[in-house]
Every structure is written in C-alpha cells, then in structure tokens.
C-alpha cells in the first residue's frame, strides 16, 4: 500500500481507503463488517471515512465497536456532518456542528476525529458561521483537520478566502472514469490551495469492476438492485455505457491487471487525488481494491479508455 499526505495537513493516509456508505450498519451484518476492517488493516489500509447521517449514527457505532481496542495512532479516522439526523437535526449551523461533533465522538468511542468533513453546503447557513463554529470544534481538540464534500467552486473559494478560521485541506468529490467533472474547476482550486481529493464512486457504484453486462439483468446481491442505490444507479445502468465499459477489459487485461484494479489506478494517476473510497461487504474484495495501490500503468492505456468513455458521452441522450 501506497500512502499520501491529505493536503496541507500533517496526516499520510492510504491511496485506498475504506467507506462505510450503505454497508457498515445498514445492509452489512457485524461479523462482515468487521472482518472488512480487519483485513483493511492488513492490506496496509489506515483511512476509514464515514458520516453521522449513514444509517443515521450506525455506520459510525459499528465503527466504533469494531475498531475499540486498535491504536489510536493506527489509523486515519474521518466523519461528516450535515445530513438529516432528525425531524430538527440537520445542517451546518454553530448548534449542529457542536452537537453532531459530540454524537459523532460518542458512536465513534473516540475524543478527536482526524478529518471532520461538512457532506454538503447548507444555503441556510451563512459561511461565516458554519467556519466558525468549525474552527471551534478544531480548538477544543475534537477534530484535526476539515474538509468538505460536493461545494462548488465558487463555494470552496469563499472559503479559502476567510480569514480568522481553520481551512480545509480535504474535498470529497465523486470522481471516477465515467464522471470527471471535478477536473473542471474542483481540483484545480484544490490544487492550489492545499486541498487534496478524497474520491467517492471511483468505480461508479461497482459499473467500472465490469460486472453488469449488457442486455443482462443485475444480480439479486448488486447494489443496482437494492431500494437504496437502484435509482442512483440508473444513469450508469444505460446500454451504451455498459457497452463502453466491457470494452475496457480488454485494455485493462494488456495493463496485467483486472478492470477494478485499472479504474482504481486511473483515479490514482492526479496528483491531486490523495485516496479513493472504497466499500465492501466482503474482505475479498478489499484485496482486489488495495491491489491498484501503486500500479505503474502506460498513460497510452488510460489514454485509450478515455477515448471510448467520451465517444459515450458525446453520443445523444
């Protein structure tokens, strides 16, 4: 496993890391999720991101139960904040931040979060409030570093514009072979401001690992199935997407490795990109995942998978 450092901070975090979205305590029983984390470690994987709104505290309880006992220097933890965790609680107001930090801690079983993310922007909020209260949760001891999740870049640069508060050294984006568009601006902005990318759907909700095929109904297990991801997953699930991506295989095969691996590794090749996400719901696939780590692949390749994934967006809807 390959490690890089998350932005301007001081943290080395693993190229892949683990996320517990839609598994951890919502769809994945404690012994599987536990065995996941174990073998993350093994792999040589030290970042685990997850949020207080997955499963509305559970993913960050069985978290916290499954890693009760480790180092705390042993890994990279980080959390979220903004989603709905009740009828009332919800946003990144002072009074949220200050009382999500603390359920989030608690489930957590830790005092200090190494990375606290905001998961989205709060319109309601004004900034100045949501980066001070922020930067308090920083000086009380309870987080380390701050990030942020899907802001615009008009959004990140009034932020890196304040003065008087802690800044972000962390954007978590989706990003991935099929989805590019934080190379527009997002990473860019990032780049030069000391923020590092931590990459959700690096394999577009399991479509870049190659197993939906075209004209074939998903399997029962897949997350393209589930009431929860199906239609998220919809845009990805078009025919000539599909299509695209089993020609991709082949290119992957001449890399010497499996299309997982080739997406993961593709994600890999910014500079910017300090970690892409991961999740799974068995220890086999952490080993598939953790394999890209570190994979020295011909630009050629990634050039020509590139070139079939826009013949695909260039083509009419």
Same mark, same amino acid.
């Given at each position: =496993?390959?490690?890089?450092?998350?932005?301007?901070? +001081?943290?080395?975090?693993?190229?892949?890391?683990?996320?517990?979205?839609?598994?951890?305590?919502? *769809?994945?029983?404690?012994?599987?999720?536990?065995?996941?984390?174990?073998?993350?470690?093994?792999?040589?994987?030290?970042?685990? +991101? $997850?949020?207080?709104?997955?499963?509305?505290?559970?993913?960050?309880?069985?978290?916290?139960?499954?890693?009760?006992?480790?180092? %705390?220097?042993?890994?990279?933890?980080?959390?979220?904040?903004?989603?709905? =965790?009740? +009828?009332?609680?919800?946003?990144?107001?002072?009074?949220?931040?200050?009382?999500?930090?603390?359920?989030?801690?608690?489930?957590?079983?830790?005092?200090?979060?190494?990375?606290?993310?905001?998961?989205?922007?709060?319109?309601?909020?004004?900034?100045?409030?949501?980066?001070?209260?922020?930067?308090?949760?920083?000086?009380?001891?309870?987080?380390?570093?701050?990030?942020?999740?899907?802001?615009?870049?008009?959004?990140?640069?009034?932020?890196?514009? =304040? $003065?008087? &508060?802690?800044?972000?050294?962390?954007?978590?984006?989706?990003?991935?072979?099929?989805?590019?568009?934080?190379?527009?601006? &997002?990473?860019?902005?990032?780049?030069?401001? *000391?923020?590092?990318?931590?990459?959700?759907?690096?394999?577009?909700? *399991?479509?870049?690992?190659?197993?939906?095929?075209?004209?074939?109904?998903?399997?029962?297990?897949? %997350?393209?199935?589930? +009431?929860? =991801? *199906?239609?998220?997953?919809?845009?990805?699930?078009?025919?000539?997407?599909?299509?695209?991506?089993?020609?991709?295989?082949?290119?992957?095969?001449?890399?010497?490795?499996?299309?997982?691996?080739?997406?993961?590794?593709?994600?890999? %090749?910014?500079?910017?990109?300090?970690?892409?996400?991961?999740?799974?719901?068995?220890?086999?696939?952490?080993?598939?995942?953790?394999?890209?780590?570190?994979?020295?692949?011909?630009?050629?390749?990634?050039?020509?998978?590139?070139?079939? &994934?826009?013949? &695909?967006?260039?083509?009419?809807?």
């Amino acid at each position: =496993m390959k490690y890089r450092q998350l932005g301007a901070s +001081d943290l080395q975090v693993s190229e892949i890391s683990l996320g517990s979205w839609l598994t951890y305590g919502v *769809g994945v029983e404690m012994d599987k999720a536990r065995a996941c984390v174990n073998r993350s470690f093994d792999l040589g994987i030290n970042f685990i +991101d $997850t949020a207080n709104v997955y499963g509305r505290g559970a993913a960050e309880s069985v978290l916290g139960e499954v890693l009760a006992g480790r180092p %705390r220097d042993s890994y990279v933890l980080a959390t979220k904040v903004f989603g709905q =965790m009740s +009828d009332t609680d919800q946003g990144l107001s002072a009074a949220q931040i200050a009382k999500q930090i603390d359920g989030s801690l608690q489930r957590l079983r830790v005092d200090c979060v190494d990375l606290y993310q905001c998961h989205r922007y709060d319109t309601n909020t004004p900034l100045e409030e949501t980066m001070e209260a922020l930067t308090k949760v920083v000086k009380q001891g309870k987080a380390r570093w701050l990030g942020f999740s899907e802001w615009s870049p008009a959004q990140i640069e009034a932020a890196i514009a =304040m $003065t008087g &508060v802690e800044h972000f050294v962390s954007s978590q984006p989706q990003y991935s072979l099929l989805y590019r568009r934080p190379e527009q601006k &997002v990473i860019p902005i990032s780049a030069a401001n *000391g923020i590092s990318q931590i990459v959700w759907s690096p394999l577009a909700q *399991g479509v870049l690992t190659g197993k939906y095929l075209p004209g074939q109904p998903a399997g029962p297990e897949t %997350r393209a199935m589930s +009431d929860s =991801m *199906g239609q998220a997953m919809r845009n990805w699930l078009r025919p000539e997407i599909l299509e695209a991506v089993q020609k991709l295989k082949p290119i992957a095969a001449e890399a010497g490795c499996t299309l997982t691996q080739f997406s993961l590794a593709w994600v890999l %090749r910014e500079p910017n990109i300090a970690s892409a996400i991961v999740g799974a719901s068995r220890p086999e696939q952490l080993d598939e995942n953790a394999a890209a780590s570190g994979l020295s692949i011909d630009p050629a390749l990634f050039a020509k998978a590139e070139a079939i &994934v826009e013949q &695909v967006e260039r083509a009419p809807a």
